[in-house]
């Protein structure tokens, strides 16, 4: 009989909602945040470009299990458009490829916003990691092949001007998942006939994380534990910094549990909901015990029937 491989790492669990520095991909800071933690797995809720700065939600173990919850949830964004340029890749990193000597007023702007709020059809920035015939676009785009990207349906509840100067506007958007903020600065540039690309990109809130969550590199890397004889000592300082796994369910009905209760849900069966204001029927609902997260199911017939199941 094969021996079962132990894993590497510890079964730590929870959020770390890092305020991502600039230049870092999304990719790398998940890693560097994995083994500062010494965990077993770790997910991001959510890329974000590595101009962007801001909230990166990454879960560690069983929160990477709730993980289509955040990357499902709202997103907002701070952004910054210079005006009379249109780049390869629609903010600073690429070549101007289109350019004018038009500057457009305030009012201008403003006059054209309610055409991007709502269901919009977009059509991402040629440098994305859209997959194109199972390759990441950026990687066809970086070999100098043109790609031809479908549009695609996103939806903004929100867009607004914050500060506007002669050569620049920053924005506040508030959006679905998908949304490119770059495809936005392109096409509001090419709507405005000046041409326009961002200059700088940071996401506020990937519901229900919002800034007041943030935790900087800086302050996780001095709470990293001592290593000793290749061990760590003490990683409490470290697990201070992490929201609870259950952080991420704000969304959905929540029903706490019995022991009892919890010890049938662990088995994989239903439990009795029982009390007056016991929930009837939901499709999808988090039950809680002693303020953990223990498992996602549907609320029918007065019973919590899980679904997913969390290791607490």
Not at 135 to 162: C, P
Request: glycine share 10%; net charge negative.
């Amino acid at each position: 009989m094969a021996r079962q491989r132990k894993k590497k790492g510890r079964p730590v669990s929870g959020w770390i909602i890092l305020d991502k520095p600039l230049e870092m991909g999304s990719t790398e800071a998940v890693g560097k945040i994995k083994w500062l933690f010494g965990a077993q797995k770790a997910g991001h809720g959510g890329t974000l470009d590595p101009l962007a700065t801001g909230v990166l939600p990454i879960a560690l173990g069983e929160a990477t299990k709730t993980m289509p919850y955040v990357t499902d949830g709202t997103k907002a964004y701070r952004f910054k458009v210079a005006w009379g340029a249109q780049t390869s890749t629609d903010d600073l990193e690429g070549e101007q490829i289109k350019t004018s000597d038009k500057r457009p007023e305030r009012a201008e702007v403003e006059a054209i916003l309610a055409n991007y709020t709502g269901v919009i059809s977009q059509i991402p920035p040629q440098f994305s990691a859209i997959k194109i015939d199972g390759a990441r676009a950026y990687d066809l785009a970086r070999g100098g092949e043109q790609v031809d990207i479908k549009a695609r349906e996103v939806e903004i509840d929100e867009i607004k001007i914050t500060e506007h100067a002669a050569d620049e506007t920053t924005f506040e958007v508030e959006c679905g998942k998908g949304t490119y903020v770059r495809s936005l600065a392109r096409d509001l540039g090419i709507e405005l006939g000046c041409y326009g690309h961002v200059t700088e990109l940071r996401r506020t809130l990937v519901e229900p994380f919002d800034e007041a969550d943030l935790v900087s590199l800086s302050d996780l890397e001095a709470a990293k534990p001592e290593i000793v004889d290749d061990e760590a000592v003490d990683y409490g300082a470290l697990d201070a910094l992490l929201l609870d796994t259950g952080e991420a369910m704000g969304g959905l009905p929540r029903v706490e549990l019995s022991d009892e209760q919890a010890q049938r849900i662990r088995m994989g069966n239903p439990a009795l909901l029982i009390g007056r204001d016991a929930p009837i029927a939901e499709d999808e609902a988090c039950a809680f015990i002693k303020g953990k997260l223990l498992a996602i199911g549907e609320i029918g017939k007065g019973t919590f029937q899980p679904k997913r199941v969390f290791n607490l």
